[in-house]
């Protein structure tokens, strides 16, 4: 089955950091646009990074505002992989969080494939 499956979460403590991984069954992601998306209890579920494909956007990436300087998005060497390192973390990154894969970048969930949504993991930023 095409899914991706997203891991790493965990509970943190404020300025902590972690690395979420984006990781699919036997095929390689180098082709696809990768977000990374989170949605906190009560809320919107939004666009927190995004990896071009390196085919069409050379790999360029991009970032909320909320995280930019704080979170990286990059590629692992295996192409099956994305990886989310997140730093200084604050409590209201706490949500789970979710990858996706797509044509190309964009910060709506519903430009990206629905079939690659996976069940998302849980980043609790607590003292």
């Known amino acids: 089955q095409l899914q991706l499956v997203e891991s790493g979460g965990d509970l943190v403590q404020p300025g902590g950091s972690l690395r979420l991984s984006c990781a699919s069954s036997?095929?390689?992601?180098?082709?696809?646009?990768i977000g990374w998306f989170r949605q906190a209890p009560g809320k919107e579920r939004e666009g927190v990074s995004c990896?071009?494909?390196?085919?069409?956007?050379?790999?360029?990436?991009d970032y909320a505002d909320s995280v930019k300087g704080r979170f990286t998005i990059s590629r692992g060497n295996a192409k099956n992989t994305v990886y989310l390192q997140m730093s200084s973390l604050k409590p209201e990154d706490t949500a789970v969080y979710y990858c996706?894969?797509?044509?190309?970048?964009?910060?709506?969930?519903?430009?990206?494939?629905?079939?690659?949504w996976g069940q998302g993991t849980q980043v609790t930023v607590s003292s």
């Open positions: 036997g095929f390689t992601l180098d082709y696809y646009a």
């Open positions: 996706a894969a797509g044509r190309s970048c964009s910060t709506s969930s519903d430009n990206y494939y629905r079939w690659s």
């Open positions: 990896i071009g494909g390196i085919g069409t956007s050379g790999g360029s990436t």
